[in-house]
């Protein structure tokens, strides 16, 4: 048990799977998982263990922003032994090839700030995912029949950007989609040794300002959940 994980000593595997939404942890657990039993709701923020073909798996929510996840990931390293963990989210596409509902693969993540910039001080740290995580979800994506994308993503420290300067400049350089997670999770893998992915489904665009609407937005994640867990267990 920590601060912020109820979780007694063993209750936590050694791969997990982390959306932003403790809700959306509730649905992919009770979709994916066999067995699966709630074990942490320690501010409302729930995680999940239970199996998949047979692996132990642990689904748990990081809330929004970086600040937010570097807080759960940190302790389910540290205290918990968590050895492989791909957020699973949503994001918005930058790019015109990248379509509402398509599956992104964060290969890098820039950002302009994470809990962890203090650490480096002059260094700009270039956050990356574990290359066998890379090519274990790129497999199963094909074998899925996905529309996948694989790239450099940027992890915002904000929700509502006022810099479309800067979004400009990222989508002139190729940068595939927006979230608010990746890089400090890619940090933290890179700090204690461990793997990290982020397999994210397009929910909106930037370009377009096409959105999925919310009551589909549950169905078209199933994809990317199952590909995290294929990954994993490649």
Same mark, same amino acid.
């Given at each position: 048990?920590?601060?912020?994980?109820?979780?007694?000593?063993?209750?936590?595997?050694?791969?997990?799977?982390?959306?932003?939404?403790? &809700?959306?942890?509730? *649905?992919?657990?009770?979709? @994916?998982?066999?067995?699966?039993?709630?074990?942490?709701?320690?501010? =409302? %923020?729930?995680? @999940?263990?239970? !199996? *998949?073909?047979?692996?132990?798996?642990?689904?748990? =929510?990081?809330? %929004?922003?970086?600040?937010?996840?570097?807080?759960?990931?940190?302790?389910?390293?540290?205290? @918990?032994?968590?050895?492989?963990?791909?957020?699973?989210?949503?994001?918005?596409?930058?790019? +015109?090839?990248?379509?509402?509902?398509?599956?992104?693969?964060?290969?890098?993540?820039?950002? %302009? #700030?994470?809990?962890?910039?203090?650490?480096?001080?002059?260094?700009?740290?270039?956050?990356? /995912?574990?290359?066998?995580?890379?090519?274990? $979800?790129?497999? /199963?994506?094909?074998?899925?029949?996905?529309?996948?994308?694989?790239?450099?993503?940027?992890?915002?420290?904000?929700?509502?950007?006022?810099?479309? +300067?800067?979004?400009?400049?990222? !989508?002139?350089? =190729?940068? &595939?989609?927006?979230? %608010?997670?990746? $890089?400090?999770?890619? !940090?933290?893998?890179?700090?204690?040794?461990?793997?990290?992915?982020?397999?994210?489904?397009?929910? +909106?665009?930037?370009?377009?300002?096409?959105?999925?609407?919310?009551?589909?937005?549950? #169905?078209?994640?199933?994809?990317?959940?199952?590909? /995290?867990?294929?990954?994993? @267990? !490649?």
């Amino acid at each position: 048990m920590t601060v912020h994980i109820g979780a007694k000593p063993g209750e936590i595997a050694e791969t997990v799977l982390m959306p932003g939404d403790p &809700l959306r942890a509730k *649905w992919a657990a009770e979709r @994916f998982l066999e067995n699966p039993v709630c074990v942490n709701e320690v501010r =409302g %923020m729930l995680g @999940f263990t239970g !199996t *998949w073909k047979g692996n132990r798996v642990t689904i748990h =929510g990081s809330g %929004m922003g970086m600040p937010s996840l570097s807080i759960y990931a940190n302790e389910l390293i540290r205290d @918990f032994g968590a050895q492989t963990l791909i957020r699973i989210g949503s994001a918005g596409a930058m790019q +015109d090839n990248v379509k509402i509902r398509d599956v992104v693969l964060a290969m890098t993540s820039s950002t %302009m #700030s994470t809990p962890s910039r203090g650490i480096f001080r002059d260094l700009s740290f270039a956050p990356c /995912a574990d290359y066998g995580l890379l090519q274990a $979800a790129y497999k /199963a994506a094909q074998s899925r029949g996905s529309a996948i994308h694989v790239g450099g993503i940027y992890s915002s420290d904000v929700f509502y950007d006022e810099r479309p +300067d800067l979004t400009e400049q990222m !989508t002139r350089h =190729g940068i &595939l989609a927006v979230e %608010m997670e990746a $890089a400090e999770l890619y !940090t933290l893998a890179a700090r204690y040794g461990r793997r990290a992915l982020a397999v994210l489904t397009i929910s +909106d665009h930037l370009i377009t300002g096409e959105a999925l609407p919310s009551e589909d937005r549950q #169905s078209s994640f199933a994809d990317m959940v199952e590909i /995290a867990l294929e990954a994993a @267990f !490649t």
